[in-house]
């Protein structure tokens, strides 16, 4: 029952800390890492209010360390994903009737829990079992997670208070439900804050959940499962399990109540997904919900009026953060010739700056990639350009996988615009640039427009505005999230809502409102306070009826 219209405003982004030399966040840090190196965990997956445990172990080693274990994780089967869905069916109705201020104060306390007494433990799995240096794991496993969980209680607070209109002698009014069924999240493992958001957004409007993370990112996973039920999640609406992707599609899409997927992968797996769905469409009880973010190929296209230092440092950061690991990150650059010598030449120097190494050590900037299968495809790429005459390595190239996965940062340059490093998501520390004519620029922008089918993210480096805004026009559908005069990743949850179109995914925004929409039903229901009594209307009656 309600009692009250409750307020929750626009909260600020959680402060990101430094963890400078000296600081007392460095020093906490560095204590969680070793009292996590110094342990082996034992991993269960979450159904309803069970810790379940198989026995068919797999092992969490560092990607930078392959030889050190965290811990085991138990792997589950077909039984255990329909264990997860009646879970989640089971605590549906209790969870749905659970009262608004109080579903919500479960997610801004798992918030506060993650910003103070968790803080570390979440930024140090993620460190440790994604290979993420300590200030890319502050932004995503601390902050971007608080952001999403604070942001999307405002957000949804005011759909609910979306109201319609009523005339004279009724009253109109609409009931945000959740959805049908049971909502499926597939996260990966790159961001630890879009494994958390992907279950909670959709729990927070009132869903159950069946939560399958990549399994490179277990290990955070399972830490921001258990912020969740210390903060008061009932047990059954979030269900963490940890199985193979075939065997979670083949029971979720043939399940009756299956109401909806939230999904970040490979665009391949998605579209798999999509025609599972669509084929199964007779079988459910209504429409499910598709939601994805999938990948992307994202350019950075600088005129011949920018800095070089100014595109330089973007695609320094933009391409080689988290060793290029993010759906974002640059992969593709255009430099116009007047710049092509001076921005080669600060890549390279900026490249060779680079250190590279262990999470643990704070003085790297590079740390591994995420697995052995990831580290051979990346290699691939880079070996076949050092034999291509189309293309040459201007730095980087070394791949060394003996005692953890790394790949030095590699720039390509590219000899004409279509080479394949150009055009393919590599998602890895590879970054490949094409010299145009500077006179081009207009040409330039449809080469960008049509290379790749992705649509996720792009910039523009510029200090002549005309160029900005042609840019800004012609490559409108060339990116979900497009930057001027600034990299193309780090999108801040409140400021720059996340999504791209194309083969990049549904463009649902993460980080707003319009994510949440898609969790949600809306009922509309009419009140009439003095109901008819008689079927006709004036116009019906006649002349000497109507005096």
């Keep these: 029952m309600s009692l009250g219209t409750f307020s929750y405003p626009m909260p600020v982004n959680e402060p990101i800390h430094s963890y400078a030399p000296g600081s007392a966040e460095r020093k906490a840090l560095q204590q969680t890492l070793k009292e996590l190196k110094s342990q082996q965990a034992d991993i269960p997956m979450y159904i309803g209010g069970e810790e379940v445990r198989t026995g068919n172990t797999v092992a969490i080693n560092p990607p930078h360390e392959r030889n050190h274990v965290l811990g085991h994780f138990h792997m589950g089967d077909e039984s255990h994903v329909q264990q997860a869905i009646d879970a989640a069916l089971a605590a549906k109705e209790g969870w749905a009737n659970m009262s608004w201020e109080s579903r919500a104060n479960i997610f801004l306390r798992a918030a506060d829990l993650i910003s103070a007494k968790y803080r570390y433990h979440m930024n140090g799995t993620t460190m440790l079992g994604q290979s993420k240096n300590?200030?890319?794991?502050?932004?995503?496993?601390?902050?971007?997670?608080?952001?999403?969980?604070?942001?999307?209680?405002?957000?949804l607070s005011e759909i609910y208070k979306q109201q319609p209109i009523s005339a004279p002698g009724m009253h109109n009014r609409l009931e945000w439900r959740p959805l049908e069924g049971f909502v499926l999240a597939v996260t990966p493992f790159n961001f630890t804050a879009i494994g958390g958001n992907l279950p909670a957004s959709a729990a927070l409007c009132g869903n159950v959940v069946v939560w399958k993370p990549a399994n490179t990112q277990v290990y955070s996973a399972q830490m921001f499962m258990k912020i969740l039920k210390e903060a008061g999640l009932p047990d059954g609406v979030i269900n963490l399990i940890y199985v193979d992707g075939p065997t979670l599609g083949k029971v979720s899409f043939a399940h009756r109540d299956f109401a909806?997927?939230?999904?970040?992968?490979?665009?391949?797996?998605?579209?798999?997904?999509?025609?599972?769905?669509?084929?199964?469409?007779?079988?459910?009880?209504?429409?499910?919900?598709?939601?994805?973010?999938?990948?992307?190929?994202?350019?950075?296209?600088?005129?011949?009026?920018?800095?070089?230092?100014?595109?330089?440092?973007?695609?320094?950061?933009?391409?080689?953060?988290?060793?290029?690991?993010?759906?974002?990150?640059?992969?593709?650059?255009?430099?116009?010739?007047?710049?092509?010598?001076?921005?080669?030449?600060?890549?390279v120097a900026g490249?060779?700056?680079?250190?590279?190494?262990?999470?643990?050590?704070?003085?790297?900037?590079?740390?591994?990639?995420?697995?052995?299968?990831?580290?051979?495809?990346?290699?691939?790429?880079?070996?076949?350009?050092?034999?291509?005459?189309?293309?040459?390595?201007l730095v980087g190239g070394v791949c060394d996988k003996t005692e953890g996965y790394f790949i030095q940062p590699t720039v390509i340059e590219a000899k004409y615009p279509k080479y394949v490093t150009m055009c393919e998501e590599i998602f890895?520390?590879?970054?490949?640039?094409?010299?145009?004519?500077?006179?081009?620029?207009?040409?330039?922008?449809?080469?960008?427009?049509?290379?790749?089918?992705?649509?996720?993210?792009?910039?523009?480096?510029?200090?002549?505005?005309?160029?900005?805004?042609?840019?800004?026009?012609?490559?409108?559908?060339?990116?979900?999230?497009?930057?001027?005069?600034?990299?193309?990743?780090?999108?801040?949850?409140?400021?720059?809502?996340?999504?791209?179109?194309?083969?990049?995914?549904?463009?649902?925004?993460?980080?707003?409102?319009?994510?949440?929409?898609?969790?949600?039903?809306?009922?509309?229901?009419?009140?009439?306070?003095?109901?008819?009594?008689?079927?006709?209307?004036?116009?019906?009656?006649?002349?000497?009826?109507?005096?």
């Design 351 to 393: 490249v060779n700056s680079f250190k590279m190494g262990s999470t643990e050590e704070f003085g790297n900037f590079i740390n591994a990639v995420i697995d052995e299968r990831s580290f051979d495809k990346i290699a691939t790429y880079i070996n076949n350009a050092k034999q291509d005459a189309n293309a040459s390595i």
């Design 260 to 347: 909806g997927v939230h999904f970040t992968g490979s665009t391949g797996v998605f579209n798999q997904m999509w025609k599972t769905i669509g084929e199964n469409i007779p079988n459910y009880r209504s429409y499910p919900r598709i939601v994805g973010e999938t990948g992307g190929k994202d350019f950075v296209i600088a005129h011949r009026s920018a800095k070089a230092e100014v595109v330089a440092t973007a695609l320094l950061r933009g391409a080689f953060e988290y060793q290029g690991q993010k759906c974002s990150a640059a992969s593709r650059a255009y430099i116009p010739s007047n710049l092509a010598a001076d921005v080669k030449r600060l890549l």
């Design 428 to 547: 890895g520390p590879v970054l490949t640039i094409y010299i145009y004519d500077e006179h081009q620029f207009e040409a330039t922008l449809e080469l960008v427009d049509t290379t790749s089918p992705y649509a996720l993210t792009g910039a523009v480096i510029a200090q002549d505005r005309y160029a900005v805004e042609l840019a800004t026009q012609k490559l409108r559908n060339a990116a979900g999230n497009f930057y001027i005069n600034d990299k193309p990743t780090g999108a801040v949850v409140g400021q720059q809502p996340f999504g791209g179109a194309r083969a990049s995914g549904t463009n649902d925004k993460a980080g707003s409102a319009l994510n949440l929409y898609r969790w949600l039903s809306a009922r509309t229901i009419k009140e009439t306070f003095v109901p008819p009594t008689d079927y006709r209307y004036p116009f019906l009656l006649g002349e000497s009826e109507g005096i």
């Design 134 to 155: 300590a200030f890319q794991a502050e932004i995503d496993s601390a902050c971007e997670l608080i952001d999403f969980l604070r942001f999307n209680v405002h957000y």
